[in-house]
Nanobody, 127 residues
Framework: QVQLVESGGGLVQAGGSLRLSCAAS????????MGWFRQAPGKEREFVAA????????DYADSVKGRFTISRDNAKNTVYLQMNSLKPEDTAVYYC????????????????????WGQGTQVTVSS
């Protein structure tokens, strides 16, 4: 089992940047594929980005491609989401998730493909 704690959210103006962190504790962090999701009020939780256990493979939602970067530091048991050129439509609660399996593109885009979730961190982008 793994416990996930997100941090780094906040209020930022459109065009600004934030870096989210997700610290993991418990089982070996490097054995998990990791993902970021977000949920805006009244909307379903949606996929943002994912990264393989080694960090060599990454995927992004079309809406964030070119603006967001996911990375991980297995020595620090942490996954990051660097968010640049933020837009008001990026406003949401952002969740970190861990999948106890290899990186499978059929699964990592779906919330049901993950086994553990953090509590979320609020990101608000003002116009």
């Amino acid at each position: 089992q793994v416990q996930l704690v997100e941090s780094g959210g906040g209020l930022v103006q459109a065009g600004g940047s934030l870096r989210l962190s997700c610290a993991a504790s418990g089982r070996t962090f490097s054995s998990y594929s990791m993902g970021w999701f977000r949920q805006a009020p009244g909307k379903e939780r949606e996929f943002v980005a994912a990264i393989s256990r080694s960090g060599r493979s990454t995927d992004y939602a079309d809406s964030v491609k070119g603006r967001f970067t996911i990375s991980r530091d297995n020595a620090k048991n942490t996954v990051y989401l660097q968010m640049n050129s933020l837009k008001p439509e990026d406003t949401a609660v952002y969740y970190c998730a861990a999948a106890d399996r290899p990186y499978v593109r059929g699964l990592i885009f779906r919330a049901t493909g993950y086994d553990y979730w953090g509590q979320g961190t609020q990101v608000t982008v003002s116009s």
